[in-house]
């Protein structure tokens, strides 16, 4: 047991001597959890562990022993020294640790208070730097949750004073009992903020938007990062309002009753590889019927969801703003057997959206009023479809669903259907989707046909989305008769095209029908 001893002594003599030289500098870093991280004064350490130099040689291992212990336990001194309380200097820089200010890592007890007063404290860094006129930057400064699960019953609400270049990362909130319901975890606006109602949508949202003040950005460049959230079905997750340029990565969150993230006004919201749900699960849940809520809300512009899980809620992302993009997404927030929402399109007239490369798992996507909108290069599973439906504007206008794949059970659910009447259609193209298990439409559709006689029906009702309208018209005329019978086209109505020849003849006919209303001819477009 002696010889362990010594050996043991050794390795902390090694390691303290590690400790004492970087650079030639003295650094002591605090092994203690929870301890402060804020710099001793150079007088406390010189005072308390004078310099060393090279490794000294010892005359025996009781010596080597003696020495060890002297340090080991001049190290816990320097350990659990109080900080000054004029020192304000942060170690490693702008970083600013919450269980400095009292926060409880394990949760037992509420943490709104500390957390608020790091923020508030990382918000007041001396600077004569901005980002946008009016909004200081804030140097990149970090308040950082060390791991920590920590328990809140307020919201952490970013000051007042506004202001840009700052990160909050690595560690969980938990929302306690008394969390406000109406309310988010952290918040991103100023008293100065025009708070939009969530369920506003088309007119109303354009209408409530159009306030010069709503799109004045009280912060820009706010990074939240590998963060979990826990609104204990409470409240919403995290709201953003006039900002610019925020950063949502690698965020988890959860058992939000309202929203998980909520974006208003402001421009440029990146919301990458994070996952949300009302409730945990993997697919499958018995509460599935139940799940309420909406996992992103967009209402505002030029936002960005790209590799986003979605696992539980009535609706997984809604877009009521105009010229957003939707990339790499899974979405199984609850199916649409049971009255769920993958994707919903909510600012009809203006969409401006693309979806590309989503996973579209039982549930699907609808659409209101698109004017401009791209579905491309997803997978739709579990007759998981595309829904166009008619609302104020009873138009649809620069829609190209294409490349898709669809998967189905084989009940005859169509791959994108018509919701209510349309008095305009222009600029649509449903084409190269392949489909199993499901009812193809395109608004573009060929087929031959065989036969002897003088007149030939080609019926494309199966295939094409929309009633009665096929707006350009190609066949071809093939016989093996010597003869060389004079034919047209003699009518196109009810999606229905009739081929007529002046003699009866063995021919094949092959016709190819587009519902566009865009085509080009010789040098011009026309319509």
Known sequence: MGAFRIVYMLAVIAFLGILSNVDGHRVLRSCKPGAHRRSLSKSTLESRDPPVGKVPKYSSKEEAQRVSVARWRNAEVLAAAARPDNDTVVSGGHLFYVTDYGADPTGATDSTKALLEAINEAFQVTTTKHTMPGLQDLGGVEIHLEGGNYRISEPLR???????????????????????????????????????????????????????????????????????????????????????????????????????????????????????????????????????????????????????????????????????????????????????????????????????????????????????????????LGDANIVLKSSQRKMISGVNIVDNMFTGSGKGVEIVQLEGQFESIDQTVVDRNNVLGMTLKSTVARRTVQDNGSTWTIDFNPVLLFPNLIQHVQYSFYTSDVSFPRHALRNVSENKVVIEADTEVSATVAVQVDQSATFVQGSGIYS
């Open 158 to 380: 970013l000051p007042e004073s506004g202001g840009g270049n700052v990160v909050i990362h690595g560690g969980t909130l938990r929302a306690s009992e008394n969390f406000p319901e109406d309310r988010f975890l952290i918040e991103l606006w100023t008293s100065t903020d025009s708070l939009l109602n969530g369920s506003l949508n088309g007119d109303e949202l354009a209408a409530a938007t159009k306030d010069a003040d709503f799109y004045a950005a009280s912060y820009e460049y706010i990074t939240l990062r590998d963060l979990m959230l826990d609104a204990n079905f409470r409240g919403g997750g995290i709201l953003v309002v006039n900002s610019l340029r925020t950063n949502i990565d690698g965020c988890y969150i959860s058992h939000f009753a309202t929203f998980g993230i909520m974006v208003q006004g402001g421009h440029e919201t990146y919301i990458r590889n994070s996952f949300l749900g009302q409730h945990i699960t993997a697919g499958a849940s018995p509460l599935e019927r139940n799940f309420s809520g909406v996992a992103i809300s967009l209402m505002g512009n030029d936002n960005a969801v790209t590799d986003v899980v979605i696992f539980s809620a009535a609706v997984g992302i809604s877009v009521s703003g105009q010229a957003n993009i939707i990339t790499g997404v899974h979405c199984y927030n609850k199916a649409t057997g049971f009255g769920g929402i993958g994707i919903r399109l909510l600012l009809g007239g203006l969409t401006q959206t693309r979806i590309l490369g989503a996973y579209m798992d039982y549930t699907g996507i609808v659409a209101e009023d698109p004017v401009q909108l791209d579905i491309a290069n997803g997978f739709f």
